[in-house]
Each structure stands twice: as structure tokens, then as C-alpha cells.
T-cell receptor, first 111, second 110 residues
């Protein structure tokens, strides 16, 4: 069966520090991978998606970047965090129709 | 870009009451999905709808894919405390990306 792992679960980082969030998927090949951000009590904002290794599409200009070094690995990064980068970050995957499967999320607080 | 209008934004009900929420779009979707998010967790898929007019149930949950393919509703019957959370609708068009509604926050008074 397919599973998605996302870590860490929570993270507190100072302004100006780097960021690396990792997401991996097991039990499938060539998934589409997504990074979403959710502000407190708000909807889901698509940040990046990837349809294959090294293929990254950015949905909104921001202080973040994404990379897909392996088929089932998706990384969200920043060189210097801003206060506005705080939020709940969700990784998701899918193949074809039928919606996404989400990870359990990372709560990032930039202080 | 595509947007989904989800309503209501929040609901405060008594345990045992029925719940109804809906989503509308200016665009046509091939698939409609409903997710539930518990606090501090990722959204979990409740129901997926693939055909215009389709009515699908999952326990006390019932969802329908509108005939025009531009809307969908979700009903929850006889609500219980564990139904508390945020419910999201999502539409999937020709590309793989989902478009999400802004969510309906459900609060239940025991």
C-alpha cells in the first residue's frame, strides 16, 4: 500500500535561518507531488508541484523553493526564512484522477 | 485562475443535527472531492465523485456531483462530536492539480 511521510512534524526557526522540509512516498512510482501551505484556519495554497524528477512548477512567487532529487522525494527549502513563512505545510501525492493523499503536515513557526 | 466558492465558512450546530455544505465554481470540473481536516493533521479524503449527477454515500456522509459539473454538495446526517473539523471541497479539471475551496469549519455543541 502507498504511504506518504512528512517530517518534521513541528519546527521553530529564527528569522533568516535556512529551511528544509522533506516528503517521501512509498509504494508507488512516478507520483505527482505537491507542496501546500495553510495559514491558521484558512484554505490550502498550492506552492509547488512536480510531475517527475527535476521537474518543478511554482504556483506563487515567494521565498521558498522546491526540489525533487528522486522519484519519490520532494523537498521544500528556503535560504532565509521570513516571519511570513510561518504556517502549516502539507505534502501530497496523486496519480491520475481520484484526488490527493496528504501527509500529516509540518507546523513551521518562524520567530 | 479557477476558484471554488465554498459555503458556509463556519457552522455551529447541536449534536444530532444534519449538516449541509456546498461548493460552486465558474469552471467545469471532471472530478469533485470532499476532504476533512482534523486539527494539526493533513486533510483526509471522504468522498470522490467522478460523474455529473453522481450521488455517493459514505456512512452518514452523502455527496453529489452537480449536473452542470460546476457544483457539489456534502451532507452529514445525525452529526456526532467526531465530525468536528474543517471540510474542504476540491475540483479536478483536465490537469492533475486540484483547486480547493476555502473550507467549512464545523463546530458541534454536545
Amino acid at each position: 500500500s502507498q504511504t506518504i511521510h512528512q517530517w518534521p512534524a513541528t519546527l521553530v526557526q529564527p528569522v533568516g535561518s535556512p529551511l528544509s522540509l522533506e516528503c517521501t512516498v512509498e509504494g508507488t512510482s512516478n507520483p505527482n507531488l505537491y507542496w501546500y501551505r495553510q495559514a491558521a484556519g484558512r484554505g490550502l495554497q498550492l506552492l509547488f508541484y512536480s510531475v517527475g524528477i527535476g521537474q518543478i512548477s511554482s504556483e506563487v512567487p515567494q521565498n521558498l523553493s522546491a526540489s525533487r532529487p528522486q522519484d519519490r522525494q520532494f523537498i521544500l527549502s528556503s535560504k532565509k526564512l521570513l516571519l511570513s513563512d510561518s504556517g502549516f505545510y502539507l505534502c501530497a501525492w496523486n496519480q491520475g484522477a481520484g484526488g490527493y493523499t496528504f501527509g500529516s503536515g509540518t507546523r513551521l513557526t518562524v520567530v | 485562475g479557477q476558484q471554488l466558492n465554498q459555503s458556509p465558512q463556519s457552522m455551529f450546530i447541536q449534536e444530532g443535527e444534519d449538516v449541509s455544505m456546498n461548493c460552486t465554481s465558474s469552471s467545469i470540473f471532471n472530478t469533485w472531492l470532499w476532504y476533512k481536516q482534523d486539527p494539526g493533521e493533513g486533510p483526509v479524503l471522504l468522498i470522490a465523485l467522478y460523474k455529473a449527477g453522481e450521488l455517493t454515500s459514505n456512512g452518514r456522509l452523502t455527496a453529489q456531483f452537480g449536473i452542470t459539473r460546476k457544483d457539489s454538495f456534502l451532507n452529514i446526517s445525525a452529526s456526532i462530536p467526531s465530525d468536528v473539523g474543517i471540510y474542504f471541497c476540491a475540483g479536478q479539471g483536465g490537469a492533475q492539480k486540484l483547486v480547493f475551496g476555502q473550507g467549512t469549519r464545523l463546530t458541534i455543541n454536545p
